[in-house]
């Protein structure tokens, strides 16, 4: 797919953007192979997805401004849409994605990473919204989740003062859950990939429902949300067997170090 590489290893699909040239920028290519990897994973054997950039430089360093540098206003409306759309269909899309950030994820490589459910950076990762510094917006998302995931009065400064951040200060202000060395990066994603692979995957993907409808609405609402997908769950294989599976580790004390409720 051009510049979008995929492979599957196990229940874990690994979606690559190579353009290292180009420290793997988005141009409107990079944004159409993109959401055909996406497109083409298969739900019913993949259960979890890792998005990276080849190289050891960048994740992916932003927009290509030399794509966006002759752009008319209604055009640039077009672009910003297009990149929103993808990111829109990543972040809902059925199972989760992890965003393994080796290098640069400035601008649309930022908010590509937000748009995944889970976010892990190398040592030398630097995030950052240069867009003000170019005379424009962030234009893929950028002012809506960043405020959501590091609080207004961090996103404002990030965002209006246009300064990078390393990949400790990141993990402070939460933009990452994690941070390791870069050799170590993606077998790490890999890693938290196949153990959330190994869970119900009905459950899993219920979950990801749940907190992406419920985090905009009120408290009352999103609990009606959570039971709707919690009652889903049930009469499944899925919920049949690992109960079941509980319930036999119960009753044999040398496999079970927490139970978590007991039968009355």
């Known amino acids: 797919?051009?510049?979008?590489?995929y492979a599957v290893e196990g229940a874990v699909g690994v979606i690559t953007i190579n353009r290292p040239q180009a420290l793997?920028?988005?141009n409107s290519q990079v944004l159409?192979?993109?959401e055909k990897a996406f497109d083409g994973v298969d739900l019913d054997t993949v259960r979890c997805l890792v998005l990276t950039g080849a190289g050891d430089k960048s994740f992916v360093a932003g927009a290509d401004i030399g794509e966006m540098s002759t752009l008319t206003k209604a055009e640039g409306e077009a672009f910003g849409k297009k990149g929103n759309d993808l990111f829109l269909k990543i972040e809902s899309f059925p199972i989760p994605v992890i965003a393994?950030?080796?290098g640069f994820a400035l601008g649309g490589g930022n908010e590509i990473s937000m748009a995944c459910d889970i976010r892990l950076a190398s040592e030398?990762?630097?995030?950052g919204q240069p867009e003000v510094g170019l005379g424009i917006t962030p234009g893929f998302g950028g002012t809506q989740r960043l405020a959501r995931l590091v609080g207004m009065g961090m996103a404002k400064q990030i965002i209006y003062s246009a300064k990078n951040i390393k990949a400790d200060e990141a993990l402070r202000i939460g933009l990452v859950n994690a941070v390791y060395p870069q050799d170590q990066l993606l077998e790490e994603a890999k890693k938290l990939a196949a153990k959330i692979a190994g869970n119900a995957p009905i459950a899993?993907?219920?979950c990801k429902k749940a907190i992406n409808e419920g985090y905009q609405v009120s408290i009352s609402e999103g609990a009606a949300i959570e039971e709707k997908y919690f009652g889903d769950c049930?009469?499944?294989?899925?919920?049949?067997e690992g109960m079941a599976n509980f319930l036999r580790k119960k009753d044999d004390p040398k496999k079970v170090k927490h139970v978590a409720f007991l039968n009355k």
């Not at 030398?124 to 995030?127: D, E, L, R, S, Y």
Request: net charge negative; glycine share 4%.
């Open 1 to 5: 797919m051009g510049f979008v590489d």
């Open 24 to 26: 793997n920028a988005l």
């Open 32 to 34: 159409d192979d993109l």
């Open 100 to 102: 393994a950030i080796n």
């Open 124 to 127: 030398n990762a630097v995030f």
């Open 204 to 206: 899993v993907r219920n």
């Open 234 to 240: 049930f009469e499944t294989e899925d919920q049949k």
